[in-house]
């Protein structure tokens, strides 16, 4: 049962975890490079971080990114907003009140 129930939870966090993740065919690309959703093209093996803080790598089967910010889920939204900081690409939650007030944040999601 132990097992079991750490493959539950195992299965729970690989789900969570590549949520946001997403894959741009290299049909259309050329020969060991991949051409990205702005136009930029990588070199085979290569991997950057985007301006929208994911994590790309480029192989023969096309790009592959991931966002590499945690997502505040669980937090009293009727009450609170969340603030996104791109320079540190991170996620703060504060009071729609007073923004000065951070909230308590229970779950995160990356």
Do not use: M, R
């Not at 994590?55 to 969340?82: F, L, M, S």
């Not at 603030?83 to 007073?98: H, L, P, R, S």
């Amino acid at each position: 049962n132990a097992l079991l129930g750490s493959l539950v939870v195992l299965a729970a966090l690989a789900t969570s975890c590549n949520a946001q993740c997403y894959i741009i065919s290299n049909q259309n690309s050329t020969p060991n490079k991949c051409k990205d959703l702005n136009g930029v093209i990588h070199p085979l093996n290569s991997k950057w971080k985007t301006e929208n803080c994911e994590e790309c790598t480029c192989d023969q089967g096309g790009i592959y990114c991931c966002n590499t910010a945690a997502v505040p889920v669980d937090y009293d939204t009727n009450k609170c907003q969340i603030i996104f900081n791109k320079e540190t690409c991170t996620y703060t939650v504060v009071e729609q009140e007073d923004p000065g007030k951070t909230c308590a944040v229970s779950g995160w999601v990356l």
